[in-house]
């Protein structure tokens, strides 16, 4: 589950969008001044901070800039009363990767935060220097590159990280909450088929030219992904 600081000294809008953050499923840390919040950021290490830039005590521009310092992953959103383009440039330039103003609807929060945490989850996945073989796969995270008993596969980026997330985990059981959080960023719908059709996908893409099956559902709980041999060629051995 994603963890988000809030930092924000109106404490009607800290405590409006905390709740809705924990509405939403996420983790949420709150501070109401620029160093109890950098306190907070360096110790904790959340996935996206939620950041004023009118703060007591240190203001957003610097709290972004100590941030960076030692944190070129996480996501900064800026929400601020400050509209003018040399205010956003500025916050930009400071560290930040978007910028809200107030006031702001809490559904355009969400989703710029959502799109953040995917942005900042697609990172990772590409910058994974270590390769990784399992079975007749062999994927190149930085590269972008997997091939199938030495022949290229064709996945979109989202069943990517889905292969990724699963071969960093080979074996354990992975429910589709978890897959649902570590992939897309958000809980799990019930109703939501976009799992269902992205392992749809990726089986067709790695299982079919393979020896090998590798996503096993686990029926009622979720998927455990190993390397099987598929029955016609466990028979020639």
Known sequence: MSLILIVEDDPIIRTTVDYALKRAGFDT??????????????????DLILLDLMLPGLDGYRFAEQVRQTDK?????????????RDKVRGLDAGADDYVTK??????????????????????VLEMSRTIEIGDLVIRPNDLVVTVDGKPAKLRL???????????NPGSLM??????????????????????VHIRR????????????????VHGVGYRFEPRLKVEHAQRT
Do not use: C
Not at 73 to 85: E, M
Not at 104 to 118: H, K, Q
Not at 158 to 168: D, G, H, P, R
């Open 175 to 196: 429910s589709r909450e978890r897959l649902s959080r570590e992939v897309w960023g958000y809980e799990f719908m019930s109703s939501s088929r976009t799992i269902d």
């Open 103 to 124: 006031p702001f609807s809490m559904d355009e929060l969400l989703a710029r935060i959502r799109a953040n945490l995917r942005r900042v989850r697609e990172r990772r």
């Open 73 to 85: 992953d996480v996501a900064i959103i800026v929400v601020t009363a400050l509209d003018q383009p």
């Open 158 to 168: 989202k069943e990517f990280q889905l292969l990724v997330t699963f071969a960093s």
């Open 29 to 46: 840390l709150t501070a109401e001044g620029g160093p109890a919040g950098l306190a907070l950021a360096l110790e904790k290490h959340p």
């Open 202 to 217: 990726l089986r067709q893409a790695i299982e079919e030219p393979s020896r090998y099956e590798y996503i096993h559902t």
